[in-house]
């Protein structure tokens, strides 16, 4: 089942003036990767970084338009998080290794929003989803995004 918004009790974060229903129904799309011009905006389709990237726009963070090896290796936008928050970017693979990390973002209570693939449409997923699945089984990290500025 594809999510209409957080369910009650989630206590998800909530952006200035609401979720916009948009965020809902974005396309996944491989190629629209962070920096591609092609959708025009993330809301029209997204890979699962540029999905993430444009969901902390709506709370006026900003992440630069980083790769999932060059956003964990990064140091000048975002910070390694021990323990998550709301918000953080989670990293998933196979294996320890960054490259071709998926992107998912901490809502909290132990639950992910993400966009892939597999659903299609935004989703969110438990650590234990995540486990269930052998290409996203291993938890690489969480990164912390700052302001826009």
């Known amino acids: ?10 206590n998800w974060p909530v952006p ?3 979720w916009p229903p948009a ?3 974005v396309p996944y799309e491989p190629q629209a990767v962070p920096g ?10 997204a890979d699962c970084q540029r999905y993430a990237y444009g969901v ?8 630069p338009p980083l790769r999932s090896s060059e956003l964990w290796a990064d140091t000048s936008a975002t910070t390694l998080a021990d323990q998550p928050a709301p918000l953080d970017l989670a990293l998933f693979n196979a294996t320890n290794d960054p490259f071709g990390a998926h992107v998912g973002l901490w809502m909290g209570r ?6 892939c693939r597999e659903v299609g449409r935004p989703t969110a997923w438990s650590f234990g989803a995540f486990k269930q699945r052998p290409r996203y089984a291993t938890l690489i990290g969480f990164k912390r995004v700052g302001p826009m500025t």
């Open 16 to 18: 200035p003036g609401g």
């Open 23 to 25: 965020v809902w129904q």
């Open 56 to 63: 902390l726009s709506l709370f006026g963070l900003f992440c």
């Open 36 to 45: 591609c011009e092609e959708p025009s905006s993330w809301l029209k389709g």
């Open 110 to 115: 132990s639950t992910l929003l993400h966009l």
């Open 1 to 10: 089942m594809l999510p209409e918004g957080p369910l009650p009790g989630d």
